[in-house]
């Protein structure tokens, strides 16, 4: 009988993850990291961990810029132009030049000022265009907008394998998430930008799972918006701020349905009609947190100061130690990879499915080795190359083997399910 051969890897040894970790060039920043003991972190792509630079950073905005400068500092300390001068930053990680990016608000509050821009800026159009299984608030914020506009909108979700095909003429937006929140998968920019182009409609990128992780050019690809978030691979903390990009020629041209003053031409003469800012600044909507974007910007510049060709490299190889090292075991147990092959594009991330995914998570969790959970069946990994050694994957791969062969997820206390998954 013929049989296929499975795609097979020989055995990684010790002393092969040695040497991965040997020559890491990203190897020093993990001690720019604020790490817990006894704890192998792979959910840095859900709530990055904390940069030690952010402790001081925010000790100083706290006691210096407000606790001395008080209200002086939104010119002293230039508090004004924060969210500008940290999406500038953002822009380098991100393919954009400095004044086409800005950090206001959410991904979500974001993802509904976009969407709105867009469709009116292409009248007659009807189709907004996703796919199933994108993330959640990135669907919910379309139905918003549709209701907010009421006027004959309507969504579409065509799965990734038809999706450049159902582009037409009736189509005015295609909004896409860059690197799958659980899958992995990852979209080709480039292309997807130039096949939404070739029927007139605009592209809008989610890169909440991209930037600081995976290689991102929007002005490479030609990319007219994009949003994302701050507080996974960024570091920016919980519930960081978000950013938005619009490409420098939608600029002036593209109206915020949210036109609050610190998006207003000049906000300090306060007038009473809105007169939209110039550029960018017009996506602002009110006064930005500037503690949370102090912190942001102290995730930001850890991300400038590394290669960002190291992070990309480093980010699929420990992706690809992470599955050859369940793949050895894996099957056997029920497990198996959610999303690309070995080999194959992806984002930084790895995910597996399994029927008892959650109590499988928390007996992981229990061992001190923290992923996260994604309903219905998916267990969720998240590599981050500035802070995870191939040591620490190869260690979470014989946790997992030890809660499988022990059958340690069995256990009543690990099937107790809290708010937050
Ligand atoms: C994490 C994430 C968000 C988060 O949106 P918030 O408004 O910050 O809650 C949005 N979109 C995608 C694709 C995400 O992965």
Redesign the pocket.
């Known amino acids: 009988m013929n049989s296929v051969p499975t795609p097979h890897h020989a055995p990684v040894t010790d002393a092969a993850v040695a040497a991965l970790d040997a020559a890491d060039p990203l190897a020093a920043f993990r001690a720019r990291f604020a790490l817990p003991d006894g704890v192998i972190y792979l959910d840095g792509n859900?709530l990055g961990a904390l940069p030690r630079d952010t402790v001081d950073r925010l000790h100083h905005v706290l006691h210096h810029e407000w606790g001395e400068g008080l209200i002086r500092s939104w010119n002293s300390a230039d508090w004004f132009h924060a969210p500008r001068r940290v999406g500038s930053k953002l822009a380098r990680l991100i393919g954009a030049q400095p004044h086409e990016v800005v950090v206001a608000d959410?991904?979500?509050?974001n993802?509904f000022k976009l969407i709105v821009a867009a469709l009116r800026a292409r009248p007659g159009r009807a189709k907004v265009l996703s796919e199933p299984g994108?993330?959640p608030?990135?669907l919910y914020m379309i139905e918003s907008a549709l209701r907010t506009l009421g006027d004959g909108h309507r969504l579409a979700l065509v799965p990734r394998e038809a999706l450049a095909s159902a582009i037409d003429d009736d189509t005015a937006l295609v909004l896409l998430?860059h690197v799958h929140?659980k899958t992995a998968e990852l979209w080709d920019m480039a292309a997807m930008t130039q096949a939404a182009h070739a029927r007139g409609a605009l592209i809008l990128w989610?890169l909440?799972?991209s930037a600081g992780a995976v290689e991102v050019d929007l002005n490479g690809a030609g990319a007219d918006l994009a949003?994302g978030?701050g507080?996974?691979f960024l570091n920016g903390g919980p519930?960081a701020p978000?950013y938005l990009y619009v490409a420098e020629r939608h600029l002036g041209a593209l109206e915020t349905p949210l036109g609050g003053w610190m998006g207003h031409a000049r906000p300090f003469d306060f007038v009473d009609g809105y007169e939209a800012g110039p550029g960018i600044v017009r996506f602002q909507c009110g006064t930005p947190p500037i503690l949370a974007v102090a912190a942001l910007e102290a995730g930001v510049d850890l991300h400038l100061a590394a290669d960002m060709r190291a992070v990309v490299a480093k980010s699929r190889a420990l992706a690809e130690l992470f599955i050859d090292l369940v793949s050895a075991y894996g099957e056997a147990h029920g497990i198996t990879l959610v999303g690309p092959p070995r080999g194959a594009p992806r984002g930084s991330h790895v995910s597996f499915r399994h029927p008892e995914a959650y109590a499988i998570v928390q007996a992981l969790i229990a061992r001190g080795v923290i992923g996260d959970f994604r309903a219905p069946d998916v267990m969720r990994f998240g590599l981050t190359p500035l802070y995870l050694r191939f040591a620490d994957v190869a260690a979470a791969s014989q946790h997992l083997a030890q809660v499988m062969a022990r059958e340690e997820w069995r256990d009543e206390r690990f099937r107790v399910r809290s708010a937050v998954t």
Not at 106 to 109: A, E, G, K, L
């Open positions: 859900s959410s991904t979500s509050v993802l994108n993330f608030t990135d998430t929140y989610d909440s799972h949003v978030c507080y996974k519930g978000a």
